[in-house]
Every structure is written in C-alpha cells, then in structure tokens.
C-alpha cells in the first residue's frame, strides 16, 4: 500500500547526451530486443519440444531464459522511447510495478545460478547418483523455490520504498524505477532505508555468489584428482559456460548494486541498461545453450523439417 503521496507519476530521465544519435540508438536497442526474445524463445521451445532434453540442466536453463525474456519485457518498456524521446512518463503504481518485478526476477536469476552450479557440482563430484538425486520432479521444485524466494524477497524492498512519502520532485534519474532513485525522491530521512536496501541486495548477492564459489572450488578439487587429462578437460567442459557466465554477472551486479549511491549519471544508466537488459540476456542462451552439441542438434532437425515442409509444398503448389 502506498502512503502520503502528492504525486501521480514519475518522468524517468536516463540519457541525457545522446539527442543527436538517439534514432540510431533506438534502431540497435530494438534489434537487440529483437535478437534476445527469439534467441531465448527458441531455447524455451526447444527445452519444451525435444524429448532428449527433460533432464535438469536443461530445466534450469529453460528457468533462466524465462527469467530473461521477463527482465527484458521489464526494462524495455521505459528504455526504448527514453532512447527515442529523451525522456518517458511513468505512473506511480506503474513504476513500482517496475521495480518489484525488475527485482524479483533479478533475485530469481541469483539463485538460478546458484542452482545450476550444484546441478554441475552433483554432475561431477556425484556422478554415480546423480540421476537419483537430480530427478526431474526435485528440479522443478529447486525452480519454484528460486521464484517464490526471488518474489518473496523484493516483497520486502518492495514495501520497505513504497511506504515513504513522495511529494517532489518526481525525475527519475535512471533508465528504469529502481530502488536506489526512488528512495531518492522521498520526502523523508532515508538513512534507515537505504541501509535495509543495502542489506536486501546485499544478501541476496552474497548468499548466492558465496555459494557457487564454494561449488566450484569443490568441483575444481574432484577434477584435479581424475586420472588423464582427457577426464579433466571433459569434467570442466560441462561447467565452463556456466562458470563464465557466473563470473560475467557477478562481476558486474556487485559493482553496481552493492554500492550505496543517491545519484546517477548518464553513463551509470548506459552501464547498468547494458548489463540488465542487453547484456545477460544476449549471452545466457549463447554461452550457456547454443554451444551444446544436443541443442545444437535440436535446432538443425527443426530447420531441416522447416525446409523439408517447405519444399514440398512448393512442389505441391506447383
């Protein structure tokens, strides 16, 4: 529930020196979004369709591409006409809406990739009982975890902002509502606030990446102790995507959430639009999926069968 509010939107302003080149931008960001749907679209659909891949790897990287494509219909909505028009107008409970499922879903991929590390970790170090401790039915439940606890914690961010009072300015400076500008604007003393925030990104971070670093260090362990190289080089094949992509995320979350700041400038906002929006979602399936031999496989049966269907209709037609 929102209180004492004296204003009924919010005019996000991100970037500010880009008015000469805000046509082409616009056109790469919309290919962009263009480029990230489909590309986690298809593996959303090739997960779903080939028998082959119902196994939890490939669940947990259907989880992330569900989460992504949510984070890019999340951001994208303020990012495209503020590119375009300099500026965009927001309403109050529209903004919060925003914030609530940028984070939830932000919070859910944490964990997704907290998840799919000990998924490799039962891979390697469990080999023998993998299959009867990663079923299929516990992975599904370990996924609807991560979203109730993803859904769950930005609850708590969620009405730890949206009880202050706001009564002006109502600029956002940021390239979409998020926490830290909001608790900005409030009319109110914040110190408390923006301490809780701190403590919520915090931990959430933390927890998570502290839990793949022990993973991995553990996994590391058992591939130094296989006998030939070959057996290291395969051991580490199966989590180096993953690994990279842990190391690409944290790396960049951690500088731009774990530090505790009141104002943005234009290239903060490009920064954290690129992560967010642009960059993780671009990379997920290509790091994670489109390298792996059975995906890889899936997508070449599926243009062969297109092409097929087409070229018999066409000599069908004629």
Not at 47 to 53: A, P
Not at 73 to 80: D, K, W
Not at 278 to 305: D, G, H, Q, T, W
């Amino acid at each position: 529930m929102l209180y004492n509010q004296s204003i009924s939107e919010f005019i996000i302003v991100g970037f500010t020196n880009i008015n000469h080149f805000g046509n082409l931008i616009f056109t790469f960001l919309l290919l962009l979004f263009l480029l990230i749907v489909v590309n986690n679209i298809i593996m959303i659909f090739a997960v779903i369709f080939d028998l082959k891949l119902h196994r939890p790897k490939y669940y947990f990287i259907f989880a992330l591409s569900v989460t992504e494509v949510g984070i890019v219909f999340t951001v994208y909505p303020t990012l495209l006409p503020l590119v375009l028009k300099g500026n965009v107008t927001i309403s109050f409970h529209g903004c919060f809406a925003q914030m609530y499922t940028f984070h939830s879903l932000l919070i859910t991929e944490n964990f997704l990739l907290s998840l799919m590390a000990l998924d490799r970790y039962i891979a390697i170090c469990k080999a023998l009982r993998y299959h009867m401790i990663m079923t299929l039915g516990f992975c599904k439940v370990l996924i609807l975890f991560c979203y109730i606890i993803g859904f769950t914690l930005s609850l708590s961010l969620l009405i730890i902002v949206s009880r202050l009072p706001f009564c002006g300015p109502n600029t956002i400076q940021h390239v979409f509502c998020d926490s830290s500008p909001l608790l900005s604007l409030a009319c109110a003393n914040n110190d408390i606030n923006i301490i809780l925030e701190f403590i919520i990104s915090s931990f959430t971070i933390t927890l998570s990446s502290l839990s793949i670093v022990v993973t991995y260090i553990n996994i590391m362990r058992s591939i130094l102790k296989l006998k030939t190289s070959e057996e290291r080089k395969k051991a580490f094949s199966t989590c180096a995507s993953h690994l990279f992509m842990a190391i690409m995320f944290y790396g960049s979350i951690t500088f731009m959430y774990i530090e505790l700041q009141t104002s943005y400038s234009s290239d903060y906002d490009l920064a954290t639009a690129i992560h967010h929006s642009v960059l993780m979602p671009l990379m997920s399936p290509l790091i994670c999926s489109f390298r792996n031999r059975e995906i890889a496989n899936f997508l070449k049966k599926s243009f062969y069968k297109k092409r097929t269907y087409l070229r018999n209709l066409s000599d069908f037609s004629t």
